[in-house]
T-cell receptor, first 112, second 114 residues
Framework: DAKTTQPPSMDCAEGRAANLPCNHS???????VYWYRQIHSQGPQYIIH???NNETNEMASLIITEDRKSSTLILPHATLRDTAVYYC?????????????FGGGTRVLVKP | DGGITQSPKYLFRKEGQNVTLSCEQN?????MYWYRQDPGQGLRLIYY???????QKGDIAEGYSVSREKKESFPLTVTSAQKNPTAFYLC?????????????FGDGTRLSIL
């Protein structure tokens, strides 16, 4: 699976949009971009994923560049409960053993 | 509500003792997974199962065992052969194992050694 690079930390003001970047310059054509987050002492929470088109759901939007070498997760109106570590992952379409490999992630602190 | 339930939330093991962690899902997912997370670390895959009565070793299966007798259940046994069992254990499930199938996680079991 392709390696991802994320900033180690970022702060965000409550009520503002949080834009979380991820670089995955070695991504291949059959790899999906996934985002998860993990709040302290809880299991990771799935947020969103995409292949090449931009995606939106009730939690966030995912913007993938045309060359697919980077992406941005957008939390449209950050709340204090969005404080967590956010992980960007790429996953290949594979028949078996499709494990998730989490990198360092971005520690997001939403401030009042 | 549909989801994944792990129990207990906290578990203590004595030296030489086997303990079993429970994982139940009502999402009608075929695939289930067990991961281990150590402090400040990412996830490491212990075992996974694509279908009932079938399971495969992950990257760190030594000292662990699993069963998959029912679609909804995938218990993990931490045996006395696992010399460093203190960790946060996470169970996940997905509709299938393809790259387009997100894995959904339970809230974990924290295992400590007495």
């Amino acid at each position: 699976d392709a390696k991802t690079t994320q900033p180690p930390s970022m702060d965000c003001a409550e009520g503002r949009a949080a834009n979380l970047p991820c670089n995955h310059s070695t991504i291949s054509g059959n790899e999906y971009v996934y985002w998860y987050r993990q709040i302290h002492s809880q299991g990771p929470q799935y947020i969103i994923h995409g292949l090449k088109n931009n995606e939106t759901n009730e939690m966030a939007s995912l913007i993938i560049t045309e060359d697919r070498k980077s992406s941005t997760l957008i939390l449209p109106h950050a709340t204090l409960r969005d404080t967590a570590v956010y992980y960007c992952i790429v996953r290949v379409w594979k028949a078996a053993g499709n494990k998730l490999t989490f990198g360092g992630g971005t520690r997001v602190l939403v401030k009042p | 509500d549909g989801g994944i339930t792990q129990s207990p939330k906290y578990l203590f093991r004595k030296e030489g003792q086997n303990v079993t962690l429970s994982c139940e899902q009502n999402l009608n997912h075929d695939a289930m997974y067990w991961y281990r997370q150590d402090p400040g670390q990412g996830l490491r895959l212990i075992y996974y199962s694509q279908i009932v009565n079938d399971f495969q070793k992950g990257d760190i299966a030594e000292g662990y065992s699993v069963s998959r007798e029912k679609k909804e259940s995938f218990p993990l046994t931490v045996t006395s052969a696992q010399k460093n069992p203190t960790a946060f254990y996470l169970c996940a499930s997905s509709l299938g194992t393809g790259g387009n199938q997100p894995q959904h996680f339970g809230d974990g079991t924290r295992l400590s050694i007495l």
